[in-house]
């Protein structure tokens, strides 16, 4: 005997389920986004369930909030715990890189999925990790954006949201209001913010931006062209030697003084005029050198590297820039204190025996830094993890010490050997000039290399010795200095130096 089973009949209430996908960063206020679209769709008599899939992986961990709605009948739904490719209809992503994630996850389909992003970036671990600059593109990801998405709205949610006093959770639930892709009115998500009670006002006008960016098509919010230029303040004296300094920048080819006069204020905030005089002296002796044959590109290119090797990242330099006002402010700014509140700070520092003996005066540091025994003496003394709460007297009060000591520090071992090395740079790199022009300005440019302090310091110094060490191989051959530029950047791409290793292998053939 056979049996035939019955066909069954789809249940229409499966077309009505609205899916929708929440893709936010730890602390962006995803989760406060989600209860908002939860009480709204109950308030508005539909069935609702939502829930959330934690991960690591990413910025302080991303997770992925999922709500699935349909209207309340007398059955009670099933719904889906976690969303599935090719299943959603609205993908709201709190991030740039979260759009890119959503598209490669499959969530986002040009048949159904509105997608709704900011544009702004919340800095992965595996881009700031990377020596150069390994910020993903974000435009790649805004053009695959418009093709995945059947419905895409783009602003700067976050910007938006901080200029009305809140945060982007809001902003979020407004574009997510004036796409139309839920079947609610304006006035029911608004009362679905006031339900919850918190930030009620800021909450409704970053909301109200939202919904205007979604309505109107604003992509960023707007922000200044030009940063302010920073003002040199000090004592009439001073104020006068720094008067005489830009008058002998204005003294230069024209070429060159912009990028002079930025990296004469860099060296002057890193020591005093009379260290600027001398920055000035190293920048005219490059000049010397020099023609307008090629618009003055060696003598720009020395303005900016001399600058940035003479303001060194020294202990003093990072207590200097760690106690200033203007930090402290920013600090307290981005966390949205009030003037009533108390902002609890802690400093993180692994100080290395290096760093201490680069601290001492010259000869004294040398010696030390040649015995092993004082080295490890020095090991056992400081190189430990310290956390100094700076919002204490006692810790502000050592790091401010430290801060204050820029007239000792040019009589300090760790001056006396950046000298050195910058003389060095600056002489290998001239050597080229006549021989080879972009040679020699590929070798200025290599001082890119050398940043940070302590073990990132100590890897900057090593691939700078490296790619340098190459100019030797590239002689005489008329691609060095794409060949040079190339090995630069092979350095940049990771902390260990493999792809270094690779260019240098490659270089290597050639000879």
């Avoid at 490719?85 to 389909?109: N, P, Y």
């Avoid at 691939?463 to 590239?474: G, P, Y």
Wanted: charge should be neutral; include cysteine; glycine fraction near 8%.
């Amino acid at each position: 005997m056979n049996f035939v089973m019955p066909e069954k009949t789809p249940d229409a209430r499966v077309g009505q389920i609205i899916k929708l996908a929440v893709m936010a960063v730890g602390g962006q206020g995803g989760g406060v986004l989600t209860a908002w679209i939860e009480s709204l769709a109950r308030a508005q008599g539909y069935e609702c369930q939502a829930t959330s899939v934690a991960g690591v992986a990413q910025r302080t961990g991303s997770t992925i909030y999922y709500v699935e709605m349909t209207p309340a009948s007398d059955q009670m739904p099933i719904f889906a715990l976690a969303p599935s490719g090719g299943d959603v209809d609205v993908l709201i992503a709190s991030e740039m890189m979260e759009v890119g994630r959503a598209i490669m996850r499959g969530f986002v389909t040009p048949d159904r999925t509105v997608l709704i992003g900011s544009t702004h970036r919340a800095l992965a671990v595996s881009e700031k990790m990377t020596p150069g600059d390994g910020i993903a593109d974000a435009d790649e990801v805004r053009a695959a954006a418009a093709i995945a998405a059947q419905e895409l709205i783009l602003a700067d949610m976050e910007t938006l949201a901080v200029g009305q006093g809140s945060v982007i959770s809001a902003s979020l639930f407004g574009a997510l209001a004036g796409s139309g892709a839920l079947p609610f009115e304006r006035a029911a998500f608004e009362e679905a913010i006031r339900a919850g009670g918190k930030g009620v006002d800021p909450s409704l006008r970053a909301f109200a931006v939202g919904f205007d960016a979604a309505r109107e098509g604003i992509t960023e919010a707007e922000t200044p062209l030009l940063e302010p230029q920073p003002t040199m303040l000090g004592p009439k004296v001073e104020m006068d030697k720094w008067q005489g300094l830009l008058t002998r920048v204005i003294a230069l080819p024209d070429p060159v003084q912009q990028m002079a006069q930025a990296g004469l204020t860099k060296a002057v905030d890193f020591q005093d005029c009379a260290y600027g005089g001398t920055y000035l002296d190293r920048l005219e002796g490059v000049i010397a050198r020099d023609d307008a044959d090629h618009d003055w590109l060696f003598s720009t290119t020395a303005a900016k590297y001399i600058a940035n090797a003479m303001a060194y990242d020294d202990i003093i330099r990072v207590a200097d820039l760690k106690t200033r006002a203007p930090r402290l402010a920013r600090i307290k700014d981005e966390m949205g204190a009030r003037d009533a509140n108390l902002v609890e700070l802690t400093e993180f520092f692994h100080p290395r025996a290096e760093e201490v003996a680069s601290l001492m005066p010259a000869k004294m540091g040398a010696k030390w830094e040649s015995n092993p025994k004082r080295m490890a003496l020095l090991n056992r003394l400081f190189n430990k993890g310290r956390r100094l709460r700076t919002h204490t007297l006692r810790s502000f009060l050592m790091l401010h010490f430290l801060g204050g000591l820029k007239r000792y520090r040019l009589r300090t071992r760790r001056h006396k050997v950046e000298v050195a090395h910058l003389e060095r740079w600056l002489a290998d790199s001239l050597k080229q000039l006549e021989r080879d022009y972009f040679l020699s300005v590929e070798l200025l440019k290599n001082r890119r290399l050398v940043k940070g302090y302590s073990d990132t310091h100590v890897r900057g110094l090593t691939k700078f010795s490296t790619v340098m060490n190459a100019a030797a191989l590239l002689d005489g051959r008329d691609d060095a200095a794409d060949w040079m530029n190339r090995l630069r950047e092979a350095a940049l791409q990771d902390p260990e130096g493999k792809a270094l290793d690779g260019a240098i292998e490659t270089v290597r053939s050639f000879v």
